[in-house]
């Protein structure tokens, strides 16, 4: 999980794939509480810069730029995060949703190059209200080559309909 936002965390589709795979869920700080709920009991929380090691690949939780919230009171009360898998075949690194920042340069420096970003190109428009939260295409091809990625894939656009962008 990369936040806590409706469109990324639907409690019905973590319920089935926990009885049908019971896989380990990886969540930001803060967002345990809500799969506990649900009895969703193996998860690992991460906090940026923290790690964890599975099925032989070490998953770090990865700072990026956006917010959280479901309800209009909770804004801010869990993280929000990107990940870096680090696999026999390489590393991955997927951004959940972010706005377009430094951070993608300093990951590259420190934690790249990448054989796969995954980077989100929706719900960026109108650029004044949603640019600080998400990034255009344009911007995602800025952060494919600071994060010296070979490979890079466009994901979060066409699901649902959350901007102005077609």
Known sequence: ???????HTDLPTLDTLRVEHDPL????LGS????????????????WGQDVRHRG??????????????GLNDRQRTL??????????GRVYFSGDTGY?????????QLGPFRLAILPI??????????????????????HKELGAHTSL???????????EG
């Open 57 to 70: 690949a070490r998953i770090v939780g990865q700072r990026c730029r956006h917010f959280s919230g479901r």
């Open 154 to 164: 466009a994901v979060h656009y066409g699901t649902y309909r959350l901007s102005e």
């Open 32 to 47: 345990s509480a809500l799969l506990s709920e649900r009895g969703l009991t193996n998860v690992k929380e991460l906090d």
């Open 1 to 7: 999980m990369s936040h806590n936002h409706y469109d």
């Open 101 to 109: 920042g430094s951070h993608f340069t300093q990951t590259g420096q």
């Open 80 to 89: 929000w995060m990107s990940y870096i898998l680090k696999t026999p075949s």
């Open 25 to 28: 869920f990886i969540v930001e």
């Open 122 to 143: 929706g719900a960026f428009l109108p650029k004044w209200f949603m640019g600080s939260v998400h990034i255009n295409p344009e911007e995602a091809i800025q952060a």
